[in-house]
């Protein structure tokens, strides 16, 4: 792992688990081993580095999402939609945890990372003639966010409560 990577993956650790307002630049540093200086040349400065996270992070995302984008059967693009949290792999929590706490912390939420999904979402509901496609959609978005707030905050299991989505969407 190069040095950048070291202070990237730190800084999200200790953002997700500190919060970003409470982490400073020199508490990476000393966690990474690094300089701070070194996290300025790389990055330029704090935000700098938060941004840096959360491109990485949502290019990550977009693995997630598109196999869902590629699927052309309403229903199981209903179903993989709901099952997306749990197919979230215990290594990129600490990222969603960070996206979670800055959510809410500073009242910021990455509403363009997901927008190819709530459009495949809508299709897919318009498709099968549902009466509000979009607030169908925008539903699942809910549901998808309850899911990961149960896996990433509250450590539960979260396969019954997606059992109980699906089975009220038939899927």
């Keep these: 792992m190069s040095k950048?990577?070291?202070?990237?993956?730190?800084?999200?650790?200790?953002?997700?688990?500190?919060?970003y307002d409470s982490t400073s630049t020199r508490q990476i540093a000393v966690e990474a081993s690094v300089s701070e200086g070194l996290i300025f040349r790389h990055f330029g400065s704090?935000?700098?580095l938060l941004n840096a996270i959360i491109v990485h992070g949502i290019s990550i995302s977009q693995s997630y999402?598109?196999?869902i984008l590629a699927l052309n059967n309403p229903k199981e693009v209903i179903?993989?939609?709901?099952?997306?949290?749990?197919?979230?792999?215990g290594e990129d929590h600490e990222f969603w945890k960070l996206l979670y706490t800055l959510k809410w912390q500073r009242?910021?939420?990455?509403?363009?990372?997901?927008?190819?999904?709530?459009?495949?979402?809508?299709?897919?509901?318009?498709?099968l003639a549902y009466q509000n496609p979009e607030l169908?959609?925008?539903?699942?978005e809910i549901y998808i966010d309850g899911l990961a707030t149960e896996i990433?905050?509250?450590?539960?299991d979260a396969q019954e409560l997606t059992q109980l989505i699906l089975n009220k969407y038939e899927l």
Excluded: C, M, W
């Design 4 to 19: 950048k990577e070291n202070i990237l993956f730190t800084a999200l650790a200790l953002f997700a688990s500190k919060g």
């Design 46 to 48: 704090k935000e700098g």
């Design 65 to 67: 999402i598109q196999p």
């Design 79 to 89: 179903k993989r939609s709901i099952q997306l949290p749990l197919s979230v792999p």
């Design 107 to 127: 009242s910021e939420y990455e509403e363009g990372a997901f927008d190819s999904l709530r459009q495949k979402l809508t299709h897919a509901f318009r498709s």
């Design 136 to 140: 169908e959609a925008q539903l699942i």
């Design 152 to 156: 990433l905050l509250r450590k539960g």
